[in-house]
């Protein structure tokens, strides 16, 4: 089986800076994070891999470039990557990722709109569908976004930072969701920052700090010498 | 008060102009290009000064509007590049190229504006109006063609709305999805250019901003979603153009832009209070 998604040699430069150096990496099927401390690169890896931002290297999603496969490929920005006070619904930010799959004009076909109200449900969102996305809370703002991703039907979801500042109970909900996915056989990679509950959560790692540090099952590259090679000791660039 | 046939051109053509900015305006907003528009419309004094510099010498009407305002469009979708490449070496931000490009267009425009007077034919061309606006002077044509530029941009806004909403809401997640975002931005900067352009010799190119920014952020106070912000800002933006150019042509003196953009920020005063309730 063709990995979900390849790295090869992929470098990302801000200026003189080395922001991603050289990571190769063939990401394994299942729920697998991205750690590594502030400034690491890890969104910039992701943002790189997606071609939304100039780099070297190269990315491949199952085993073909992204414009071949774009509907197998989903993504979770930042939660601030927006703006908030956008005038739209729950169930309208969710509707834009079914967009593409009618057409780009004229309004949402009922089909469409009934996948993105199923897409709000399963992160538990359903009454709140007609609600101005303003008005919800930081966690049911990320769940409207987790929505959004579901919404595209990805095989493979790009998450940067899905669990980043929400509370205890909406980051049981996300986590349950993300393992409901990889059930059904989808492929999960998040960037993570909480290193206490990368055992518990996923099941592969890569550890970056702008070089790849380490790459494999959590129970292998989890471990106090590659957590400190990583976060204690900057790697030269 | 009884409206001669005169005025009555001057409000219907300040109303649809209304509605266009209303409707390009939204998006003008929600894309954060505000001071862009501002841009673009001090850049385009300039164009209009030398446009009139060629009418001039080929013997044409001076006042004939449509090289002007081509001569207007030219240079400020030349400021509009200007800030374009300049923002993109990174070197500067993206505000300061815009306040260097707006300043030194205009200048460049007022200084032409003084030089062209000694041309014969030009003096007559008003063409000092450009800069405060002066809608009485519309003639029936002109409301004609802001009757075309309202249809073209709401006719353009609604075909690309789920387009520009991606690009607005989440540019990034929208290139994702395989939507061409670049060109995409690029056509609704021109709606905006167009508009601007457009509004130079009823509102005058200090004011024209304002003809994009009030209707939308007045319609965006009183609306939950961007449809219904859409028909606000478009209704809007023509009820100020039509009691603007009302009010403008019962007071001898008064500036149709400055009457047409008080109604407009009445309004959005308004609204501000009906939400603030």
Redesign the interface.
């Given at each position: 089986m063709t990995a979900p998604m390849q790295l090869r040699g992929l470098t990302v430069r801000y200026g003189e800076q080395l922001a991603v150096r050289d990571v190769s990496w063939s990401v394994p099927s299942g729920l697998v994070a991205i750690i590594g401390p502030n400034g690491a690169g890890k969104s910039t890896l992701l943002?790189a891999a997606?071609g939304?931002i100039p780099h070297e290297g190269e990315a491949l999603f199952f085993g073909q470039p992204l414009d071949a496969v774009?509907h197998r490929?989903g993504?979770l920005?930042q939660r601030q990557?927006?703006?908030w006070d956008?005038?739209?619904?729950a169930l309208?930010?969710v509707c834009?990722?079914r967009?593409?799959r009618s057409r780009?004009?004229?309004r949402?076909p009922a089909a469409e709109r009934a996948a993105a109200r199923a897409a709000l449900a399963e992160v538990g969102l359903q009454d709140l569908a007609d609600r101005?996305i303003g008005q919800l809370s930081g966690g049911q703002q990320q769940r409207v976004f987790l929505a959004?991703c579901l919404a595209?039907q990805a095989d493979l979801l790009l998450m940067d930072e899905p669990l980043a500042a929400v509370d205890a109970a909406t980051e049981r909900e996300i986590i349950r969701v993300l393992r409901r996915l990889v059930e059904g056989g989808r492929s999960v990679v998040a960037v993570h920052h909480d290193l206490a509950s990368v055992p518990h959560v996923f099941q592969h790692a890569l550890m970056l700090n702008v070089r790849s540090v380490a790459a494999g099952p959590v129970a292998e590259v989890f471990t106090p010498e590659t957590i400190v090679k990583t976060y204690g000791a900057p790697v030269a660039a | 008060m009884i409206l001669s046939h005169n005025t009555l051109i001057v409000m219907l053509g300040c109303a649809l102009l209304g509605v266009a900015a209303g409707a390009v305006g939204c998006f003008a907003l929600l894309r954060g290009r505000a001071l862009m528009a501002d841009a673009m419309g001090h850049a385009a004094l300039p164009g209009v000064v030398g446009a009139a510099i060629v009418s001039a010498l080929m013997g044409w009407d001076p006042r004939a509007l449509p090289p002007l305002l081509l001569g207007g469009t030219v240079a400020g979708g030349l400021g509009l590049w200007a800030v374009q490449g300049l923002s993109a070496t990174r070197i500067i931000r993206q505000d300061t190229a815009i306040a260097v490009v707006l300043a030194s267009f205009y200048a460049l425009g007022v200084v032409g504006l003084s030089v062209v007077q000694v041309l014969p034919g030009v003096a007559q061309a008003g063409l000092s109006h450009f800069i405060l606006g002066q809608a009485a002077t519309m003639r029936a044509e002109d409301a004609w063609a802001a009757g075309a530029l309202a249809l073209f941009c709401v006719l353009a806004v609604l075909a690309l709305f789920p387009r520009l909403t991606a690009l607005c809401f989440d540019a990034e997640f929208a290139a994702l999805q395989g939507l061409r975002v670049a060109w995409v931005d690029a056509a609704l900067l021109g709606l905006i250019l167009l508009v601007c352009v457009a509004g130079l010799p009823a509102v005058g190119l200090v004011l024209v901003v304002a003809l994009l920014v009030l209707p939308a952020a007045t319609a965006r106070l009183l609306n939950r979603r961007l449809p219904g912000m859409f028909a606000t800002a478009c209704a809007v933006g023509g009820a100020s153009g039509l009691l603007g150019a009302m009010i403008s042509a019962g007071h001898e003196g008064w500036p149709t832009g400055a009457a047409v953009v008080l109604v407009g920020v009445a309004f959005f005063v308004s609204a501000l209070l009906v939400r603030g309730r």
């Open positions: 943002k997606l939304l774009r490929v993504y920005p990557s927006v703006d956008f005038p739209a619904t309208d930010v834009m990722a967009q593409p780009w004009w004229g949402l101005p959004r595209q | -």
